[in-house]
């Protein structure tokens, strides 16, 4: 899974000022910027949680898929 889309939305974080600087220090450590660095933290934790599904892709224009049941098998 990678986040490929077009970047169109906006997701504003009020976050302490410990946080900012260890994600400004990691970021800095791998030459990323901070908001690449949190992708990449959450493509990496995505990978490893089996609960955690893929987003599924919306385009423009497109309406959004029906929502996906789990189904249990026992």
């Not at 302490?16 to 934790?45: D, Q, T, Y």
């Amino acid at each position: 899974m990678q986040f490929d889309d077009i970047k169109t939305e906006t997701l504003n974080l009020r976050v302490s000022p410990s946080f900012k600087a260890a994600l400004k220090a990691l970021a800095e450590a791998e030459h990323r910027s901070m908001v690449n660095m949190l992708e990449i933290l959450v493509l990496e934790r995505t990978k490893t949680a089996a609960s955690v599904r893929p987003p599924v892709r919306v385009h423009r224009g497109q309406p959004k898929p029906a929502a996906r049941r789990l189904s249990r098998t026992p």
